[in-house]
């Protein structure tokens, strides 16, 4: 997973693809906050912000 993330992080150095950094961002935000909502007591809360 960090030979991974290494590697992708040489990519956007190398590519000058930095406007690839806020997607995967949001991506990681979103999906941690999806893994969490499911398996919580705060759930009901996390609903009522949508």
Known sequence: ????????WLFLKERKK???MPIVII???FS??????????LSPFIY???
């Open 1 to 8: 997973m960090l030979d991974f993330i290494k590697d992708f």
């Open 18 to 20: 930095w406007w690839l």
């Open 27 to 29: 991506i990681l935000l």
């Open 32 to 41: 941690v906050l999806i893994i969490f909502a499911g398996s919580s007591a």
């Open 48 to 50: 009522s912000l949508f």
